[in-house]
């Protein structure tokens, strides 16, 4: 059985404090995804990995970075909050080539 | 990178009759179309899917079309039942080497009455 666990369930943090959203994976899934979902804006793409230190901009990175130093983990780096960044984020992994992508859990942040 | 279309929004029927969204997309180096259910307070979890190669798959109540030359997918549910409602979110992917980007759509909310 697929695993995508997100460290955290909810998260209040203030704005300007760097923000770490953890995702771990246990099926040596190669790609890695994060994205964030907004009432009436679907899941819209942040930031994807495709290997260990390998990432790539999605529709809307401003405001985040990556970091994939391990095949299992993909983090989201909010280096300075803000209250705009208030959302569910939801990290997915999958197989190379076109596969089914499991989802984590889902963080949802406050920015206060 | 892709844009992804989805429609309607929101879609409310009787129980019993038949649901159907809608997404385009704009890359047509896309060959993946997956369609992923949403259960409130849950993660999206994927129920069909289909490949560039094929123009329609079903899966009991469920079956997808896709029309490659118009750059269009859609979901059908025949027989809706109650536990039908859910957020539906489609999605289109391209095969590079390495790199195998997923894009969705926005969502359409379905509320079956029972």
């Known amino acids: 059985d697929v695993k995508v666990t997100q460290s955290s369930r909810y998260l209040v943090k203030r704005t300007g404090e760097k923000v770490f959203l953890e995702c771990v994976q246990d099926?040596?899934?190669?790609?890695m995804f994060w994205y964030r979902q907004d009432p009436g804006l679907g899941l819209r793409l942040i930031y994807f990995?495709?290997?260990?230190?390998?990432?790539e901009k999605g529709d809307i990175p401003e405001g985040y970075s990556v970091s994939r130093e391990k095949k299992e983990r993909f983090s989201l780096i909010l280096e300075s909050a803000s209250t705009n960044q208030t959302s569910m984020y939801l990290c997915?992994?999958?197989?190379?080539?076109?596969?089914?992508?499991?989802f984590g859990q889902g963080t949802r942040l406050t920015v206060v | 990178g892709e844009n992804v279309e989805q429609h309607p929004s929101t879609l409310s029927v009787q129980e019993g009759d038949s649901a159907v969204i809608k997404c385009t997309y704009s890359?047509?180096?896309?060959?993946?179309f997956p369609w992923y259910k949403q259960e409130l307070g849950k993660r999206p979890q994927l129920i069909i899917d289909?490949?560039?190669?094929?123009g329609e798959k079903k899966d009991q109540r469920i079956a997808v079309t896709l029309n490659k030359t118009a750059k269009h997918f859609s979901l059908h549910i025949t027989e809706t039942q109650p536990e039908d409602s859910a957020v539906y979110f489609c999605?289109?992917?391209?095969?590079?080497?390495?790199?195998?980007?997923?894009?969705f759509g926005t969502g359409t909310r379905l509320t079956v009455i029972p």
């Open positions: 997915a992994s999958r197989f190379r080539g076109n596969t089914e992508a499991f």
């Open positions: 099926m040596d899934h190669e790609n």
């Open positions: 990995s495709y290997d260990v230190k390998m990432k």
């Open positions: 890359d047509s180096a896309s060959n993946y």
């Open positions: 289909i490949r560039s190669n094929v």
């Open positions: 999605a289109a992917s391209t095969h590079q080497t390495g790199a195998n980007n997923l894009f």
